[in-house]
């Protein structure tokens, strides 16, 4: 390994930026477990949001829906993917396959208007709410 790309985890730095992580995920935590409960929430667009052939004027989350196989689901395809799980709460690609799967909205054939690629579309304002409300639905639970 080659000594100007290793990682020295006793570097003042490193640790520096892990302590404000710590602190924030804290912060997050506490900010969340303050908020009043929703364990479904709709997130209404400032104006419609259209994306190859989808148009939302709002979207419907029911966090509740969720099931421990809508988690493994979840977990499984980012391991598929050659993403780790460390803590859900503070991954994006954990929380954007929660907001698909919790998201209630369906085409007039009952088939899903919303998929990862969607999400990803989403003004970045839109998108930061919808994660934003999964990760305290997240830690509100434990």
């Known amino acids: 390994m080659q000594k100007e790309n290793a990682i020295n985890f006793n570097d003042g730095a490193a640790q520096a930026e892990l302590d404000e992580d710590v602190r924030q995920a804290e912060q997050a935590e506490a900010a969340a477990a303050v ?8 997130h209404t667009f400032k104006k419609p949001f259209t994306w ?3 148009t939302a004027e709002s979207l419907t989350f029911d966090w ?3 099931t421990g196989a809508d988690y ?4 499984d395809r980012m391991i598929r993917r050659g993403r780790t799980l460390v803590t859900p709460e503070f991954t994006g690609t954990f929380l954007v396959g929660m907001a698909v799967m919790a998201c ?3 085409d007039s054939n009952g088939r899903r208007i919303v998929d990862e690629p969607f999400l990803r ?3 970045l304002r839109d998108y930061k709410v919808i994660l934003m409300k999964a990760r305290d639905f997240l830690l509100r639970q434990g």
């Open 104 to 106: 209630t909205d369906r």
């Open 121 to 123: 579309a989403l003004p």
């Open 35 to 42: 908020k009043k409960e929703e364990p479904v929430y709709v």
């Open 64 to 66: 509740d829906s969720l």
């Open 52 to 54: 190859e052939g989808k």
């Open 72 to 75: 493994a689901a979840i977990e």
